[in-house]
Nanobody, 112 residues
């Protein structure tokens, strides 16, 4: 069974940066997709970005050019570098593996 642990959230001012980390542990078999979703207060969870095992990445239009996803296939980790943060990026960020296993979430708050 796979567990995911996220870290790196926090409070930052508009224009600032944060780097989220997510580590998969337990019985980890070959992971194809890893990625991040987020959920803002009063809103549905929304897709942010995905990275395939090959390294191919996709981003939501709202974060394209500001966020960068990366992963380590050996150590089963995924990161989300978030730059030029905006107040609308405020949310709980969740990592996943293969859209089946989810982390507990880490809060990102961007102050205006």
């Amino acid at each position: 069974q796979v567990q995911l642990v996220e870290s790196g959230g926090g409070l930052v001012q508009t224009g600032g940066s944060l780097r989220l980390s997510c580590a998969a542990s337990g019985i980890v078999v070959r992971i194809n997709d890893m990625g991040w979703y987020r959920q803002a207060p009063g809103k549905q969870r929304e897709w942010v970005t995905t990275i395939r095992r090959s390294g191919v990445t996709n981003y939501a239009d709202s974060v394209k050019g500001r966020f960068t996803i990366s992963r380590d296939n050996i150590n089963n980790m995924v990161w989300l570098q978030m730059n030029s943060l905006k107040p609308e990026d405020t949310a709980v960020y969740y990592c996943h593996v293969d859209y089946r296993t989810w982390g507990q979430g880490t809060q990102v708050t961007v102050s205006s």
